[in-house]
């Protein structure tokens, strides 16, 4: 893999941006701990007024020609209006909040993970990555070109969610705000993507270089299975079918996992359209067997297939299941366990949705004959996103913007397989993007995003904020 900056193109572009400046700003907006923690009680609020003033205090240009406003508890939108109203208005957005810290890890970072400390070549800090660098790279953008007298033309929304990483209720506020005043999206710019990669995962050679721009988000569900039973000793045991609450639980658990990939295996002509769309951007390089040959023949069906069998990139394909907790387990070798409770975390392809998934967890369970009752039911559960269009005014302009800044880079569209806070504003919006422009080192990310010592390059703080330059301007400016 190349380093990083050999990416980078140097093309003179608003040089006169204040690195300094930015820094030291991104410096302490890192400095705010701005946890949003799912139960409120635990949530220091304060830290985001400490991030909103900040906010005021340092992006002056841009909020004396915006307005600004708090939604719900602590999101932020910002509206700066354009002349042309013709023109449907963008959103360009990011979350305040980050993840905690993991406990016991707080002494494995270099610098203070709330230190914002910089040494000359990175910034340091939880949120560098994740996502802090695109929520002042926006407000970075913005501020130069009313600096510099760039007239906008289309009216331009800033929206900031405060819980992203749990509920989304900050980013569904202001989206059901901005519904409620009528406003319709060109397209909407969220976090995402943001590295570059090898293409040898899509049977390219290794020095082809891939980075995703993610046009959609896979569903997510929680499915919760509980089972009562009263325990006792182990010696008698319930019956000869059931077994004790953790058998029945184990045996549900293998049957719904089993149905999902049995799902799976039998929706093979379901392959999305932007993994054909990628495979198709990306033929001319494919040199690996048998992906050449399904590739070159069309094959979906055997190419879905083979993707499935691909740890990197089945996560994109398939509906996959978690099994990730269960609680209720006895404390004695002797003792049978009574009520216990199970998770099992799904992602949901495009293709799928929840009322499906649950029926087939249901007739999983029907099928084992079980003589006591499992109760299923959603912690939480969504459908997966709409799919942005990859022949849309955004897309193609983000895609220019992105090749005027990186190079030897094959930009191809994807999904995020995780959450974002975009699928919130599809009630507004049909070409929701999600590519963080500042495209980081990989292990940098790998490591240190939800990880320990997140941290950012300040060449890439820069980049990123140039390309947001170029995007709004080409997106916003000269229409
Ligand atoms: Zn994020």
């Not at 910089?118 to 990555?129: K, S």
């Not at 006895?330 to 992602?347: D, G, K, L, T, Y």
Request: charged share 20%; glycine share 6%; hydrophobic share 40%.
């Amino acid at each position: 893999m190349k380093n990083i900056l050999d990416f980078y193109i140097d093309n003179n572009l608003f040089s006169d941006l204040d690195i300094d400046a930015a820094v030291s700003r991104l410096s302490q907006a890192l400095q705010c701990r701005t946890i949003n923690y799912a139960d409120h009680s635990k949530t220091d609020f304060n830290e985001f007024a400490k991030l909103h003033e900040l906010i005021k205090s340092s992006f002056k240009n841009l909020l004396n020609n915006s307005s600004f406003k708090v939604i719900g508890n602590k999101a932020v939108l910002i509206k700066i209006s354009g002349s042309d109203k013709s023109l449907k208005p963008c959103l360009l957005m990011a979350h305040q909040d980050v993840v905690p810290v993991v406990k016991g890890t707080e002494n494995d970072w270099e610098h203070d993970a709330f230190s914002g400390f910089v040494d000359g070549e990175y910034i340091w800090g939880r949120g560098a990555l994740d996502i802090k660098q695109m929520l002042f790279g926006i407000l970075e953008a913005c501020d130069y070109l009313i600096a510099h007298n760039f007239k906008f033309k289309r009216d331009v929304y800033l929206a900031f969610g405060d819980d992203e990483e749990t509920l989304n209720l900050g980013a569904e506020a202001i989206a059901k705000f901005l519904k409620s005043q009528g406003v319709e999206l060109e397209f909407v710019l969220d976090e995402g993507g943001g590295v570059i990669e090898s293409g040898a995962e899509f049977g390219a050679d290794d020095n082809i270089y891939i980075s995703k721009i993610n046009l959609a988000e896979k569903g997510y569900a929680d499915l919760e299975l509980s089972v009562e039973s009263a325990g006792g000793h182990s010696s008698r045991p319930m019956g000869i079918i059931n077994g004790t609450s953790l058998e029945i639980l184990s045996r549900a658990i293998a049957a719904i996992c089993d149905a999902n990939l049995n799902y799976n295996l039998s929706n093979l002509n379901n392959l999305n359209d932007l993994f054909i769309k990628s495979f198709g951007l990306l033929s001319n390089y494919i040199t690996q067997e048998p992906l050449k040959s399904l590739v070159k023949n069309n094959n979906i069906e055997e190419l879905a297939r083979y993707c499935l069998e691909q740890p990197g990139l089945f996560p994109y394909i398939a509906t996959t299941s978690a099994a990730t907790m269960i609680e209720g387990g006895s404390a004695a070798c002797n003792v049978m366990p009574q009520n216990m409770r199970a998770v099992i975390n799904f992602r949901l392809n495009q293709a799928d949705n929840i009322d499906a998934l649950l029926t087939r967890a249901e007739s999983a369970l029907q099928n084992l004959n079980l003589h006591n009752d499992i109760k299923l039911r959603y912690l939480q559960a969504n459908n997966p996103s709409n799919t942005a269009s990859y022949d849309s005014y955004g897309y193609k302009a983000l895609v220019k913007s992105l090749n005027n800044f990186y190079k030897d880079v094959i930009f191809i569209p994807s999904l995020t397989v995780g959450a974002t806070d975009a699928h919130c504003y599809e009630i507004i919006c049909e070409n929701c993007l999600r590519c963080s422009p500042f495209m980081s080192d990989y292990n940098d990310a790998r490591i240190g995003v939800h990880g320990t010592n997140e941290r950012i390059l300040i060449k890439t703080y820069i980049q990123g904020i140039k390309v947001l330059i170029d995007f709004i301007i080409n997106t916003c400016v000269n229409i």
